[in-house]
């Protein structure tokens, strides 16, 4: 007991929604605005990707028929639902693929459950540009500082990450938004904590987007509800049977309020390049490179007997997957993924669909593939050797692969992921105007109105 | 790892939804046939007692505002919403006062997120009596054995075992309704775990009724999922990372399917004679005894010096609140239950109430209680005393206290409940056809009907 004794002595829940109540956006750094804006960039092009997905499809048919009011977008679809209808598929269409962000510490994928939330209010109420940045950091420092809190264990146990903690980030953004005291954020922060629920059983099938869906849903409920003074527990984080000490062994309770106000959580949030297990970012870029190499394109693949993929022992453990049969799994199979990135050229979401998965070609290529384990590499390092029939050796080595924390994407990435993906949903959006948008949303006096430039066509 | 890997060789999942989807109504005893409409009675009794409860009436503010067609009654509260709303609040109002039924060997509330449930789906399709009842009986059996897989456990650690729980009990009373295939009652399973939660930390405050209205509902909505073949993972009760693993340390998976169809978990439900803590039952017994006896009518209140509780050590460790102020509080306080019930000589709503714990004679008359433990009393029995200043001593043994499994409400109890509570809420619904059509609702052939009786005033 001693551990929940301690717990339950530091006030953090009182202590975060009070900053949260009080923060300002001059009290924000330029940087922190600016990953926000990628944060969203990255957001967009990723629900717009999987808008017409059969997850997003069958959940909008069943939660479309209870929603009350045309009053929010749901994005790429040409459909309007009541906010929390649409916050939550929004959710689940940036979340289906697991081609969203990627908060390090705690592998929680931050923008999914707030973003849809801020986006969906602010075309309920007129919301500037700012005040939505603003409650969209506070959210995602909330949910990621209680992720900080609960990890690694609460993982690890099979809690879905992203759906428990998202719930508190989307509550605790549309609490700043509604301006809600700092009494009622903790009221938020009860609601919420009652509806915190996600399993890692679900990862791989469609019930995993109930979860994520309801952490945007239920967090904007928590709030709504929090505003008409429906109350909650004092504690409901660290209280003895609160969020922190029943889903943890261990909570790290006080990392919830150190350094708040200085240290941002945003800025450990990562992009990926490609949709797939981000230990296969350096071996994917490793064989782009090589697919241009012309000694290959002079040999072939056919010449190739084997391909080495020397990396860290996580490599191997999470991505040795040799006979896969569905897209998603090719998105964590090494396998896979170098061949269709050796002979292709590209590693897109339609390399790694249903579709590519069952081209006999990339099978036979991906046989040849062999682990070394060198627990002197880094995660984000690997090297891949092509040895050809001829004896000849092709090497790349690729120290930081890009989308690392060393080495983000770069804004040109991230535009480019936008023009890629929003072509790939096949909403019709035009992406230009879009990342205009984002990159100039501070200045917007009525951000809701962005969310015309991703409502896509109107379906008979 | 051991305990895991054993509960997950077995595949409990599989193996209740089996019988679930199989069972037919031939196949239930006639006294489980019989204790469901009794279980259905309490809940139309609790839920028209809190109808417009203060946490009732900002709930159906917030979540009416999200209703998408008014298919479905809010129990006497002349309002219809959408089923899914509609189930949230019946849900709500059932559990609010902590009035309802106890599955003695879980703690579970069972009616609660089932009845609710299958009610509001008997409004938006054509239902017998039979296939409502049948299908609540299920739901009811699913919950309660997924409670005693993860208890003593699970609720010791924090979670709220009627939320938790409930939404599976939901998810197979819709499901087996919807005529779900075996298949679709397995991936209704999986958004059900996908959507578990509730914690004990809430207990005592609005946000707990959030988590339970979210057990009826979400458990609907898998089941609507499900329907759509919205897919989820095979072992989402005893997978590694499931709910049983992820919720309790030593889950008792087996019993789960164990004597499937022979034993009822409806069997070990209780009803409660008063709102209060059941350890209360045999002392306020005692006391409404008392307090007809000729003896203190002649001495009267004031000449009592002192109140002596005999009783197992539970009824000392839950229920010695001295200085309580909410009517919330005084549910679990001995000493404003003994002077109430000797002061009024009834121990219902009213005797609980915010208004009843203000009246400062009750309070005076409180502090006269002491308390001697002893362990050889079991929980349902206490003998009370009140020492006179005349030295006479006036005392009542109660061995089992009614409502307790060994001595259950009588069917006639039940209706008197039904009366008392109805005219306590305040909806102007009228008892007495409630009752009949509950006794004979096996009869009905569309039993959506029989929520007519329990609407309430259309507001204006």
């Known amino acids: 007991m001693t551990n929940k004794e301690n717990t339950s002595s530091v006030d953090v829940t009182a202590r975060l929604t009070q900053f949260i109540h009080d923060c300002q956006w001059d009290a924000v750094p330029e940087k922190v605005r600016h990953e926000a804006k990628r944060s969203l960039l990255n957001y967009f092009s990723v629900a717009l990707s999987a808008c017409f997905d059969p997850t997003i499809e069958r959940a909008a048919q069943v939660l479309g028929r209870f929603s009350s009011a045309q009053q929010a977008t749901v994005i ?113 922060m009860g609601s919420a904590s009652a509806q915190a629920s996600g399993l890692v059983e679900t ?22 509800l929090a505003q008409q003074d429906f109350d909650g527990p ?4 660290e209280g003895v049977r609160g969020f922190l000490n029943v889903t943890a062994d261990s909570p790290d309770c006080l990392s919830i309020v150190s350094e708040l106000g200085s240290r941002w959580e945003l800025l450990n949030n990562t992009y990926k390049p490609f949709p797939c297990g981000v230990v296969l970012n350096p071996v994917i870029e490793a064989c782009l490179g090589l697919a241009k190499s012309p000694v290959l394109l002079k040999q072939g693949l056919d010449a190739i007997v084997r391909i080495e993929l020397v990396g860290h022992p996580l490599l191997r453990q999470r991505t040795d997957r040799p006979n896969i049969t569905t897209g998603r799994e090719s998105q964590v199979s090494a396998q896979h993924a170098v061949a269709v990135a050796l002979t292709r050229g590209r590693a897109g979401l339609a390399e790694f669909s249903d579709e590519a998965v069952s081209d006999p070609a990339l099978r036979d290529l991906g046989r040849r593939v062999c682990f070394v384990e060198d627990a002197s590499f880094a995660v984000e390092a690997a090297t891949v050797k092509l040895h050809f029939e001829s004896g000849e050796i092709l090497c790349v080595e690729v120290d930081i692969a890009r989308g690392a924390r060393a080495k983000p994407l770069t804004d040109q990435d991230l535009e480019n992921k936008v023009r890629t993906l929003c072509e790939y949903g096949g909403s019709g959006c035009h992406p230009e105007p879009l990342i205009d948008a984002v990159w100039t949303m501070d200045r917007a006096s009525d951000v809701g109105q962005l969310m015309r430039l991703v409502a896509g066509q109107t379906q008979k």
Chains 1, 2 share one sequence.
């Open 234 to 237: 004092a504690r409901p984080l």
């Open 76 to 188: 790429g679809r040409g459909q309007r639902l009541d906010m929390l209808t649409a916050a939550a598929l929004n959710t689940m269409a940036s979340n289906v693929f697991d081609f969203d962000d990627t908060h390090i510490p705690t592998i929680i994928h931050p923008t999914a459950p707030v973003a849809p939330a801020v986006f969906a209010l602010a075309e309920t109420q007129r919301l500037s540009g700012i005040e939505l940045l603003l409650g969209f950091i506070l959210g995602v420092e909330a949910e990621c500082r209680i992720g900080n809190a609960v990890s690694p264990g609460h993982y690890a146990r099979g809690w879905h990450i992203t759906s428990t903690c998202g719930v508190f980030g989307s509550a605790m953004a549309t609490g700043k938004l509604l301006g809600l005291s700092a009494q009622q954020l903790v009221w938020a």
């Open 203 to 224: 990862l791989g099938t469609m019930a995993k987007s109930v979860s994520m869906g309801n952490a945007a849903r239920n967090g904007m409920l928590s709030a709504l």
